[in-house]
């Protein structure tokens, strides 16, 4: 059932100011950084920039032919990571300009596209990565796949970080949405216990998860924020790669207080992105 009613005008100045971002940077890439092993299990840099185009291009109903079996390769583990590949490969022989030209036509396209679609039909629904909802939610969805590709380019080269808080907000929006499931199902959680996230950097915000017979937000605890078995602070950027499953992520830098074998068993189960 569609659910996730967002603001088609908040939404896509988000994505649009994010593709951006990455047009940005993927541009400003020296030639070894572009070529140069990213932070991702088999892929480049480039790969990365690959990938995007990828994606959007399925949404814009383009399609390519596989060019080999990718299902064996450690690094793809479902059928969405064998689409990805086939995406990857097909740009990974082309030129560094033809990449870049074919990012910023897909990107005009996809703009286009956001901009002469009413509020109605972003509220239609739509099956998205995270089951059925609205295509709004897939176009969030498409803000925290991007502004978290965004942090793996920079982890990947310069080490530089994002600074554009309108797609972080939405993204970290995203993420909110999952943290009940960390929570509750991967970190299997006791039932009654109160988990608060102190989320700093760009967009900080508070989450607030009770568990019941199934965890959700909450706006507040009952007895307050005092009321949380543990409270776990941790950076947006650090979150975003803890829900990747990201090699750079450091779950250690993470302040826990109060139940530490909590904190520990929902951080160290951090990882649920696809």
């Known amino acids: 059932m569609a659910t996730t009613i967002l603001p088609?005008?908040?939404?896509?100045?988000?994505?649009?100011?994010?593709?951006?971002?990455i047009s940005g940077l993927a541009s400003s890439l020296g030639d070894d950084q572009w070529s140069a092993s990213s932070v991702l299990p088999g892929w480049t840099n480039a790969d990365i920039v690959a990938?995007?185009?990828?994606?959007?291009?399925?949404?814009?109903?383009?399609?390519?032919?596989?060019?080999?079996?990718v299902s064996a390769l450690d690094h793809v583990r479902n059928p969405i990571g064998e689409l990805n590949?086939?995406?990857?490969?097909?740009?990974?022989?082309?030129?560094?300009?033809?990449?870049?030209?074919?990012?910023?036509?897909?990107?005009?396209v996809r703009t286009a596209a956001l901009r002469a679609m009413g509020q109605e039909a972003f509220d239609a629904p739509a099956m998205t990565p995270a089951g059925a909802d609205t295509y709004g939610r897939?176009?969030?969805?498409?803000?925290?796949?991007?502004w978290v590709h965004e942090i793996d380019l920079r982890d990947g080269t310069d080490g530089s970080s994002v600074s554009d808080p309108g797609p972080a907000a939405l993204a970290?929006?995203?993420i909110g949405t999952s943290l009940p499931f960390v929570v509750g199902k991967?970190?299997?959680?006791?039932?009654?216990?109160?988990?608060l996230f102190d989320i700093t950097g760009l967009a900080p915000r508070t989450v607030r998860?009770?568990?019941?017979?199934?965890?959700?937000?909450?706006?507040?605890?009952?007895?307050?924020?005092?009321?949380?078995?543990?409270?776990?602070?941790?950076?947006?950027a650090n979150l975003a790669r803890c829900a990747g499953g990201r090699r750079d992520a450091d779950p250690a830098a993470a302040?826990?207080?109060?139940?530490?074998?909590?904190?520990?068993?929902i951080l160290n189960r951090m990882n649920y992105v696809i």
């Open 8 to 21: 088609i005008d908040e939404v896509t100045e988000a994505l649009t100011a994010q593709w951006a971002a």
């Open 51 to 69: 990938h995007i185009i990828g994606t959007e291009s399925m949404l814009d109903g383009r399609d390519v032919e596989a060019t080999r079996t």
């Open 85 to 108: 590949e086939k995406w990857v490969d097909h740009f990974r022989p082309m030129p560094r300009t033809e990449v870049l030209a074919a990012l910023d036509e897909i990107i005009g």
């Open 138 to 146: 897939f176009m969030r969805i498409r803000i925290f796949d991007c």
């Open 172 to 174: 970290l929006d995203e």
């Open 186 to 195: 991967r970190a299997d959680a006791p039932k009654g216990s109160a988990v």
């Open 209 to 236: 998860i009770v568990v019941g017979d199934r965890a959700g937000i909450v706006d507040e605890f009952d007895g307050g924020d005092g009321a949380a078995d543990v409270r776990i602070r941790l950076d947006a």
């Open 255 to 265: 302040d826990i207080e109060g139940n530490e074998q909590l904190g520990q068993a």
